[in-house]
C-alpha cells in the first residue's frame, strides 16, 4: 500500500493546487465581471429615471412621481428601490423598498449622497447595508425649468455576487474531492494493474477472452495486466463487440428504475417492457425517407422537418410502423404492394407505410385547410387564418384516408398504441377509435395552442375537438398549451374537466392532457472535443464560396415560413451593425433559409420579402469582399448544416411563436467545444428548459441587436458555463427519455371498460 500512496500523494498535491490557483483566478474573473454587469444596468436605468422623472415633475405631483418610480421598479432584476433628491436631504420622492434600506444604512446613504454631490458627477458605491451589500448609484440630472437640480439614488442587491463567489468554490471543492476520489481509485488500478503481474499471465487471459475461451471477468491479484502484452492483444478484442451489445442491453434492462442516461437500447427495452408486446404504429404527415428520381438514379433522402428529427429515433430504437404520405416522385416504385418498405435503407429497422394523395386532395387538406387555416391560427403571428368550407372538406376526407390506412395496419394486432402527429390530424382519433375501441391513442399536437377566443375564429372548431378528445392522451410540448386547450375545451363543449388531473371526461370517456417537451437524439459528449467523423470547417472555409471574409459569424436554420421571425433578426443585425460600426466588415449572418409550403401565395409573398429585406441591408453596408448577410436559400441537409452549427459564435432561434424549436436544440448538440452562445425567442417551448440561452423578445429589434452585442463580447468562460449546463441538459432530457415518458403514461392509462363508439355527437 506504501508504495501506492507514494504514488497518488503527489497527484493530489499537483491537483489541489491547480484547482485552488485556477479557482483563485475564476472568482476574481467572476466578481470583477459581475459587478462591471451590475454597473452597466445603473447606467442604463439611470437614464430611464431620468426621462421618467421629467414627464413626471412636469405633467403632475410628487405623487405621481412616487408612482412611476414604484412601476419602474417593479420587476426589475436586483433593483430594490429608487429615489429623486432636490436640493433637500429628504428624497423628493422614493419607492418603499428605498426607504427600508436607507433606514438601515442611513449614515452610509448620506455620505454616498453627499459625496456624488460634491463631485458633481454620477458616482457608484458599494455599501454594506445590514448583513447584505448594497449598490448605490447616485447620478445628476438635467435641471428643471424652474432651474432646480435633481439627483436619482438607485439602489441594487449585490449579495448575489457573493453567492455567486461562495458557489464556485463549493463547485470547485466538490470538483476537487470527485477528481481526487477518481484519480486515486484511476492511479491505483493503473499502478495494481501494470506493475505487479507478469504480462505473460496477462495475455493469456487476453487471448483466452478473444478465442472464446471466456475467463474469469474478475482478475484477481495473481492474473492482473501488464501494458505491452496487453496493447498487442487488445486490438484483437474487436471481435467481442456483439457480446459487448447484448451486454450494453442486458444493462439497460436492469437500470429501468434509474435516473441513467436514457439511450436507444434503454429505450427499447423499456418500451417492450411497459408495451408488453403491443405494437407501436405513429401517424404522420412528412414522411421520414422520401425517394427523388435524379436523372436514372433514385435517391433516398430525409426530408428537412424537426418532426423526423424527433420521431425517428423513437421507431429506430423500438421498431413499428410509420404511416405517412409517400410524395416523393419515386416513392412508388421504391414501395411493395402493400405501399410498405422497410427503413432506414442501409440498416432496416421499422416499416413505412406510404399513403397517397391526390393533388387535388393535398391542396384542400395540406395547403388550405391545415397551413392556410389551422397554421395562423395557432401560432398567432399577425397573420389572419383563411378557412374555406372546400378545404375543410378535403381535411375531412384525407383524414378518413389514413383511418382506413391505420386500421388496415392495425388488424391482427391487440390493444396497440397509437401514436398521432400533430394538426394535420385531429379527427383522426376519432376515426380510429370508432373502429378499434381497445387501440391505445395519443396525438401529440407539435404546435402552440390558442386561447379560446382566438380557437373560436375556426367554423369547424367543435368537429376539431371533438376528434381530438377521442385519443386517450393528449400531448403538448408545455403546460401554457395544456391550459389553453383545457380552457377551450371548457368554453366550447359540454364535459367534465379535472384540471387537479388535467383529464377532460366527455360521453364517458376519459383524455388525459399532459406536456411532454420534445428533445433530440442528443447522448453527450462531454470530452469538448469534436467526434471522429463529425463535418469540420472554419468560418473563412465556409464563407469563402460566397465571397465573404468574416471575423465573427452568426447562424440561423429556419423553414422560411412568417413565424419564424427572420425579418426581425434581419433588422436586428442592421440595427447592431449601426450601432456598433466596429463589427462592419467583420460580422456576418448566415440564414440557411428551407422553401416551404411555396404554393401558398401568402409563402411566396414572405419569401420574397425575406429577399427584399437581406438585399436592402446588405446594399446599405456591404463592402468589396464583405455583406452583413447571406441568405441561402435552398433545401440543406444535416451534414451542411452540422458544420455552420459547429463554427458559428452565435446561434439565434426568434421564432414570433413556437411550439418547441429544435434548432436551438440541435445547435447546442453540436458544440463539442462548449462555445457559442444561443440567442432565444421568449416565444419558443425551447426557452422554458434552455434557460442559460440569451432570451429575447424577437419583436424588440433594439433587444434582439444588444443580444446579439453580448453574445459575441461574451467571455469564453461565461460561453463554456453556459454551454455546459444546456448540453447537460438536454443530454437527461434527450428524445429517448421524452419518447418513454410519453410511452409510460399511454401504457399506464386504463382503457374505458366498456368501448363505446365515438360518433362525436
Not at 433637500?88 to 428605498?98: D, N, R, V
Amino acid at each position: 500500500m506504501r508504495p501506492v500512496l507514494k504514488f497518488i500523494i503527489p497527484i493530489m498535491v499537483v491537483m489541489a493546487a491547480v484547482l485552488l490557483a485556477s479557482g483563485i483566478v475564476q472568482t476574481l474573473q467572476e466578481d470583477c465581471r459581475l459587478r462591471a454587469d451590475l454597473e452597466r444596468l445603473s447606467v442604463r436605468a439611470a437614464l430611464a429615471v431620468e426621462t421618467i422623472t421629467g414627464h413626471a415633475l412636469s405633467n403632475g405631483s410628487p405623487g405621481d412621481l412616487t408612482r412611476a418610480l414604484e412601476s419602474f421598479v417593479d420587476g426589475r432584476q436586483y433593483l430594490t428601490g429608487l429615489a429623486v433628491y432636490g436640493a433637500e436631504t429628504q428624497p423628493l420622492a422614493a419607492t418603499a423598498g428605498f426607504g427600508e434600506i436607507e433606514t438601515a444604512g442611513e449614515s452610509d446613504m448620506a455620505g454616498a449622497l453627499e459625496t456624488a454631490r460634491a463631485s458633481g458627477s454620477a458616482q457608484g458605491f458599494y455599501l454594506p447595508i445590514g448583513a447584505e451589500e448594497v449598490y448605490a448609484r447616485v447620478s445628476p440630472m438635467p435641471e428643471d425649468p424652474a432651474g432646480r437640480a435633481h439627483w436619482s439614488v438607485l439602489l441594487y442587491r449585490a449579495g448575489f455576487i457573493t453567492e455567486r463567489i461562495d458557489r464556485i468554490w463549493r463547485l470547485n471543492l466538490f470538483r476537487f474531492f470527485a477528481l481526487g476520489i477518481f484519480v486515486s481509485l484511476t492511479a491505483f488500478v493503473v499502478f495494481y494493474l501494470s506493475i505487479w503481474k507478469p504480462a505473460q499471465r496477462t495475455a493469456e487471459w487476453v487471448n483466452a477472452l478473444r478465442t472464446g475461451r471466456t475467463p474469469n471477468p474478475r482478475l484477481d491479484p495473481g492474473r492482473t495486466p501488464f501494458l505491452s502484452p496487453l496493447a498487442r492483444e487488445v486490438s484483437k478484442m474487436a471481435v467481442s463487440l456483439a457480446q459487448a451489445r447484448a451486454a450494453a442491453e442486458e444493462e439497460a434492462r436492469l437500470r429501468q428504475s434509474s435516473d441513467s442516461l436514457w439511450t436507444p437500447e434503454r429505450l427499447k427495452e423499456f418500451v417492450r417492457i411497459k408495451l408488453n408486446g403491443r405494437a407501436l404504429y405513429v401517424v404522420s404527415n412528412r414522411e421520414p425517407y422520401q425517394h427523388i428520381r435524379r436523372g436514372n438514379q433514385i435517391e433516398c433522402v430525409v426530408p428537412p422537418s424537426g418532426l423526423v428529427t424527433a420521431i425517428e429515433p423513437v421507431l429506430k430504437a423500438c421498431g413499428g410502423t410509420w404511416i405517412a404520405e409517400g410524395n416523393g416522385d419515386a416513392d412508388r416504385e421504391t414501395a411493395d404492394t402493400h405501399d410498405r418498405l422497410r427503413v432506414p435503407p442501409e440498416e432496416p429497422q421499422y416499416t413505412l407505410r406510404r399513403v397517397w394523395l391526390s393533388k387535388e386532395e393535398e391542396m384542400g387538406y395540406y395547403y388550405g385547410f391545415s397551413n392556410e387555416g389551422l397554421w395562423p391560427l395557432c401560432h398567432i403571428a399577425h397573420t389572419r387564418p383563411t378557412f374555406r368550407e372546400q378545404d375543410w372538406l378535403m381535411y375531412e376526407s384525407v383524414n378518413r384516408k389514413f383511418a382506413r390506412a391505420v386500421l388496415e395496419e392495425l388488424e391482427g394486432s391487440v390493444e396497440p398504441c397509437v401514436l398521432i402527429q400533430d394538426y394535420h390530424f385531429a379527427l383522426l382519433p376519432r376515426l380510429i377509435k370508432n373502429e378499434r375501441p381497445d387501440a391505445r391513442v395519443t396525438i401529440f399536437w407539435h404546435i402552440p395552442w390558442p386561447n379560446p377566443e382566438s380557437f373560436a375564429i375556426c367554423p369547424w372548431q367543435n368537429e376539431l375537438l371533438k376528434g381530438m378528445l377521442a385519443a386517450d392522451l393528449i400531448g403538448f410540448h408545455t403546460q401554457f398549451h395544456c391550459n389553453n386547450f383545457l380552457q377551450t375545451v371548457d368554453r366550447l363543449l359540454e364535459s367534465r374537466i379535472d384540471y387537479e388531473h388535467f383529464t377532460v371526461n366527455r360521453e364517458g370517456h376519459t383524455t388525459w392532457v399532459k406536456p411532454f417537451p420534445i428533445s433530440i437524439a442528443f447522448l453527450g459528449n462531454s470530452s469538448g472535443k469534436t467526434p471522429a467523423g463529425a463535418p469540420q470547417s472554419s468560418k473563412g472555409a465556409l464563407l469563402k464560396p460566397h465571397g465573404v471574409s468574416a471575423e465573427w459569424m452568426g447562424v440561423g436554420v429556419d423553414r422560411l415560413d412568417y413565424t419564424k421571425g427572420i425579418l426581425e433578426r434581419f433588422r436586428s443585425v442592421e440595427l447592431f451593425l449601426e450601432r456598433i460600426p466596429s463589427y462592419v466588415g467583420r460580422f456576418t449572418f448566415v440564414e440557411l433559409a428551407a422553401p416551404s409550403r411555396s404554393l401558398i401565395p401568402k409563402y411566396q409573398e414572405f419569401m420574397a420579402e425575406v429577399e427584399r429585406e437581406a438585399e436592402r441591408i446588405n446594399a446599405r453596408f456591404r463592402t468589396r469582399s464583405w455583406k452583413p448577410i447571406v441568405l441561402l436559400v435552398r433545401q440543406h441537409g444535416h451534414k451542411e448544416i452540422e458544420p455552420f452549427y459547429r463554427a458559428a459564435d452565435v446561434c439565434m432561434v426568434t421564432s414570433l411563436h413556437d411550439g418547441m424549436n429544435l434548432v436551438a436544440k440541435e445547435f447546442v448538440t453540436a458544440r463539442d467545444d462548449e462555445r457559442g452562445a444561443l440567442i432565444l425567442s421568449q416565444f419558443t417551448g425551447a426557452a422554458r428548459e434552455l434557460k442559460d440561452a440569451l432570451i429575447i423578445n424577437p419583436y424588440d429589434i433594439g433587444q434582439t441587436a444588444e443580444a446579439l452585442r453580448a453574445a459575441l463580447e461574451m467571455p469564453e468562460s461565461e460561453q463554456i458555463e453556459r454551454m455546459r449546463r444546456m448540453r447537460d441538459l438536454l443530454k437527461d432530457r434527450n428524445v429517448y427519455r421524452w419518447a418513454a415518458d410519453l410511452m409510460q403514461e399511454l401504457a399506464a392509462i386504463r382503457l374505458d371498460a366498456v368501448p363505446a363508439r365515438v360518433n362525436g355527437s
